[in-house]
């Protein structure tokens, strides 16, 4: 089955700088990977998703990037924002699982 | 904000005691996932119910049950709380089952969950 991991627990930026949360993932086969926003209080959060057919994915304000050679992926979040502080995980799915998350990133943004 | 609804939002229990969790799926999903997710950690796959009947299970034991209605919705319940227990637990919905080969059906989207509290 897979397992996805994040490199770091906790990351502090400062407001209107980037954000960089990594991810690595264990099953080369793996072909889909999402990434989750959860805010206190509430559920994951869809963010943004890609293919492994893909090396990078844009979306408003955030990029994913896949490297398949090393099974590891990346979401950057340009111009952090206080509304941006929370857990992000990443996710993949697994043969016997719809997705599996690793334990997640905290991210704390600094005025 | 999706469209999946849980409730309660809150749930106060004490061990040894059964407790039934309810969901709705975002409107056009036909499967539901159930997670559970203890504090500072990611959520653990539970089980998914496709078509009233379960479409795979993670690792836990046979007194977590579910059930899926007709109208997609579905609870979880479980039986002779014990302490562990005590977690977030979370409903997502999504357009058909997973290992199908179609990727949509692996995006998850979720409730705000149940907090249960098990004393």
């Known amino acids: 089955g897979e397992s996805v991991g994040l490199h770091l627990p906790t990351l502090s930026v400062q407001e209107g700088d980037n954000s960089i949360i990594n991810c690595a993932y264990s099953n080369s086969a793996s072909d889909y990977f999402i990434w989750y926003k959860q805010e206190s209080g509430k559920g994951p959060q869809f963010i943004i998703d890609?293919?492994?057919?893909?090396d990078k994915r844009q979306g408003q304000r955030v990029t994913v990037l896949l490297n398949k050679t090393v099974k590891h992926l990346s979401l950057q979040i340009a111009a952090t924002q206080p509304g941006d502080s929370a857990v992000y995980f990443c996710?993949?799915?697994?043969?016997?699982?719809?997705?599996?998350f690793g334990k997640g990133t905290r991210l704390s943004v600094i005025a | 904000e999706t469209g999946v609804t849980q409730s309660p939002t809150h749930l106060i229990k004490t061990r040894g005691q059964q407790v039934t969790l309810r969901c709705s799926s975002q409107s056009g999903h036909n499967t539901v996932s159930w997670y559970q997710q203890a504090l500072g950690q990611g959520p653990q796959f539970i089980f998914q119910?496709?078509?009233?009947?379960?479409?795979g299970r993670g690792n836990f034991p046979p007194r977590f049950s579910g059930l899926q209605f007709p109208n997609y919705s579905s609870e979880l319940n479980v039986n002779a709380l014990e302490l562990d227990d005590s977690a977030l637990y979370l409903c997502?919905?999504?357009?058909?089952?997973f290992g199908t080969g179609k990727l949509t059906n692996e995006k998850l989207f979720f409730g705000s969950g149940t907090q249960l509290s098990v004393l």
């Open positions: 119910y496709y078509r009233e009947e379960e479409n």
């Open positions: 997502a919905s999504s357009l058909g089952p």
């Open positions: 996710a993949g799915p697994s043969g016997n699982t719809p997705l599996v």
């Open positions: 890609i293919r492994s057919n893909m």
